[in-house]
């Protein structure tokens, strides 16, 4: 399994993870909004001179299998910065054979080759398997409200 930046040919790619994803948050209650995204935007906001968030890959045997969509976000009274994962998901065929591992992985050496203090994010408190899987990592809920769970990992 390798796990790779995406490029500006990926743009329909991330479009399908982010449906796939949205359909996952639909069945748990996460999700019951309406997509806006668009290959359009996706290239307009990922693939700028200075983009607003970033996106890895998995691949297993030349297919990609799982994503992360995560940016980076500064802490003034820390002086350093951290990431904000928004996105995770794995293909529901591969989850439990390291593929969320690995991407969470490759963003702890993101995270430390950019002087990050943590990683962030929400989870819905509905994810039973995906909070199991963070808190494996080493991850804390570091705060609940009604359905949303925030969590902090330090790689």
């Given at each position: 399994m390798t796990v790779r930046s995406a490029n500006p040919n990926d743009v329909s790619l991330?479009?399908?993870?982010?449906?796939?994803?949205?359909?996952?948050?639909?069945?748990?209650?996460?999700?019951?909004?309406?997509?806006?995204v668009s290959e359009e935007k996706i290239l307009k906001t990922i693939f700028r001179e200075i983009p607003f968030s970033y996106v890895l890959f998995a691949e297993l045997s030349g297919r990609e299998v799982g994503f992360a969509l995560y940016g980076f976000r500064y802490s003034s009274f820390v002086g350093q910065p951290s990431i904000w994962l928004d996105d995770l998901y794995v293909e529901a065929e591969m989850r439990n054979q390291g593929v969320g591992a690995e991407l969470m992985h490759k963003l702890g050496q993101i995270a430390k080759e950019n002087d990050c203090t943590h990683l962030a994010w929400n989870a819905d408190a509905r994810?039973?398997?995906?909070?199991?899987?963070?808190?494996?990592?080493?991850?804390?809920?570091?705060?609940?409200?009604?359905?949303?769970?925030?969590?902090?990992?330090?790689?």
């Open positions: 991330i479009l399908s993870f982010i449906q796939k994803k949205s359909e996952f948050d639909r069945k748990i209650g996460a999700f019951s909004g309406e997509l806006k994810n039973i398997r995906g909070l199991s899987f963070y808190k494996r990592l080493g991850a804390e809920i570091t705060e609940q409200n009604n359905n949303r769970c925030f969590l902090k990992w330090i790689p």
